[in-house]
């Protein structure tokens, strides 16, 4: 239904991508706000995924497969994505003020390489509404974490502070935080995965936690960190209590994308050439042999593996390579509301490892 009906439909509306993603945004909003639907909703997904249940950074995750950041960024939608078969939600990125982010279009699909450029800019109704629409919601099913980010109009030197705020703002909300300084699209931003900036930020989130009650934290990175970059960032990571990485965001690179080398779809090579981050496919091998380098350098952090996952056999081999969990984006926009549930019933059939 959804690959032969429901996705073309969707994808052949002429308009920006983007349009679709807040039409699907608003329907989960208000499937999620009705106990009944949310029922109704969840039936439909559910998979039996007890087996695949798992403790991470103290953790209880029913199943290892989670939503990324950046789908729905204010939690609109948090109830009606639960009942999709997700295992944790990651919602935001928020950042402390609220920000349009980038002129539209900003979201461009490249279905050739069964990809996405985005150079969204956290647009997000700032960490005080989002606390405050979290405030009043009700209790969530399975693990929610929160990315938060720096706001535009904070100069970099400034960027703790401004995590700070959001960290504190959030607290009572997340399961667990993921400290976003990988998105390429808030100028800047990467560079404050050097280690001095890290340090900044990482040291006063772990000081508040001190004060305000233990939460994990993760730190997400980008795909296109060197080696010894990565080292650095491990480090720093132990130094300050961190729980875990996220890797990876998308990244600014656009090897693997099949139009670069063919000549086929020249819709999807007008996109290439879009600024932004680059996610799905041509992602996958990049972002999975950074999770296992930094499994190989740090046996015991843990990892939640992100990029490229589309299906089962995608998410196994992630797992594989060393993460304790993964995320999908890409994959969940191009395989429907049905892909959470399908990859844990692959997942389940292969015995998937657990570190
Ligand atoms: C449209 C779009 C918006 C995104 N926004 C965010 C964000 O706000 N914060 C974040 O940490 N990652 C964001 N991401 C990155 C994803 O969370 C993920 O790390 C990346 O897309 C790689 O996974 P995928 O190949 O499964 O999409 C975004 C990705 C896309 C496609």
Redesign the pocket.
Known sequence: MWKKILRPLLFSIPADPETT?NFAVGCLGALGKSKLASYALRKRFFAETRPLSRTVAGIRFPNPVGL????D?NAKAAHGLEALGFGFL?L??VTRHPQPGNPRPR?FRLGNDS??I?R?G?N?EGADAVARRLSSSRRFSVPVGI?I?KSKITPLENAADDYLYSFEKMHPYGDYF?V?V??PNTPGLRSLQDKSSLDKILSALDAARKKLGPKPIFV?IAPDLADEAIIEVLETCHQNNMDGI?A???SVSREGLSTMTSEAGHAAQKFYAEAG?L???P??EK?RRIVSFIRSRAPKIPIIG????FNGDDAYKMLEAGANLV???????YGGPSTARDINKRLLALAAPKQ
């Open positions: 993603h990324a950041a950046g789908f960024k990651e935001g990125t979201i990809a996405i985005n969204m956290f997000n990315s980010g993921a976003n990988s998105s997400k996220i990876t965001n998308t981050g996610s799905g496919k992602l996958a972002s992100v990029g490229g996952i995320q999908i984006y890409t994959g969940f926009v």
